[in-house]
């Protein structure tokens, strides 16, 4: 990973919460570098509002995200089946679980990843840039942290799923 890279993604639509709450927060992270999947329909709003420096793109095709996962040192993003893909990568997040989200599975789905030491949760209704700042600051300064979260992640991953099943 580049030390100090923050990989923000919203979803194939992009997520209007993350849109504005990451790129204010970038500016409290020194050093850091962040790309921000906004959206198609989002992109060029978020662009307009961010820091000099702040990428913005509106979707990561597949090799453009695969490459922006093996790069990144953390991920902000809720936590649906990205998670899974964070797993793959062992890559650690910051986790804003969409709170309308059926039976609150997105949750659930962090307070797995937490509990493994792979993700921080940081609930929508207390979520500001400086906490989410906070919480990407707790990965990017600690990288014995991060090894500890992607040995976690890859135990977690099972890659060959579909064949043991069949």
């Keep these: 990973p580049e030390q100090g890279f923050v990989l923000v993604v919203g979803g ?3 997520s209007a919460f993350l849109n504005g709450l990451c790129p204010p927060a ?19 709003a978020v ?33 649906g ?10 890559l650690p997040s910051v986790s804003v679980p969409l709170p309308s ?9 962090a307070k ?3 509990a493994m030491g792979a993700t921080l949760i940081l609930p929508q209704a207390e979520a500001d840039p400086t906490r989410l700042a906070e919480s990407v600051q707790v990965w990017l300064s600690d990288p014995e942290k991060q ?14 799923a579909t064949e043991r099943i069949l």
Excluded at 47 to 62: H, S, T
Excluded at 101 to 109: C, I, K, L, P, T
Excluded at 147 to 160: E, F, I, K, N, T
């Design 26 to 44: 970038s500016s409290l992270v020194p050093g850091s570098r962040w790309l921000h999947s906004a959206g198609p329909a989002h992109a060029e």
């Design 112 to 114: 797995e990843f937490s």
């Design 47 to 79: 662009r307009k509002a961010a820091p000099q420096g702040y990428e913005v793109v509106p979707f990561l095709e597949q090799d453009a995200m695969a490459d922006a996962y093996r790069r990144a040192t953390v991920a902000v993003a809720r936590s």
């Design 12 to 14: 194939s639509q992009g």
């Design 147 to 160: 090894v500890r979260a992607a040995s976690a992640l890859r135990g977690w991953d099972v890659p060959d």
């Design 81 to 90: 089946g990205t998670l899974a893909e964070f797993a793959c990568f062992g």
């Design 101 to 109: 989200a059926a039976d609150d599975h997105q949750m659930g789905n």
